[in-house]
């Protein structure tokens, strides 16, 4: 009795969109705004000589004395998340050491 028609009606527009809402929401275990719970981590400095990971508060190498640096997270430029190998952001060519 047209109830085709109506479920067609309902799978698109606004209420597709609130199909999928609802569906994300089952797959993210119910937790609103659960993309943002996930937190940059902070990486612990690494020596630039002898590259040992030292504590977060650690300034100076325990191991050889040299300089620790923080690895970068993300570009400074335009914030992408870039890995420790990487030499240029893959998003804007920034260098990033
Ligand atoms: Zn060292
Ligand atoms: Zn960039």
Do not use: R, V
């Given at each position: 009795m047209g109830s085709n028609l109506d479920l067609r009606k309902f799978q698109s527009g606004k209420d597709a969109l609130a199909i999928e809402d609802a569906f994300s929401k089952v797959v993210s275990?119910?937790?609103?705004?659960?993309?943002?719970?996930i937190e940059r981590k902070k990486l612990p400095p690494k020596c630039e000589k002898c590259t040992k990971i030292g504590n977060p508060?650690?300034?100076?190498?325990?191991?050889?004395?040299g300089k620790m640096i923080v690895p970068l997270t993300?570009?400074?430029?335009?914030?992408k998340e870039i890995s420790e190998k990487e030499r240029f952001c893959t998003e804007c060519g920034t260098k990033l050491r």
């Open positions: 275990g119910g937790k609103p705004g659960y993309k943002t719970i508060e650690d300034k100076f190498c325990p191991d050889c004395g993300n570009c400074p430029t335009c914030q």
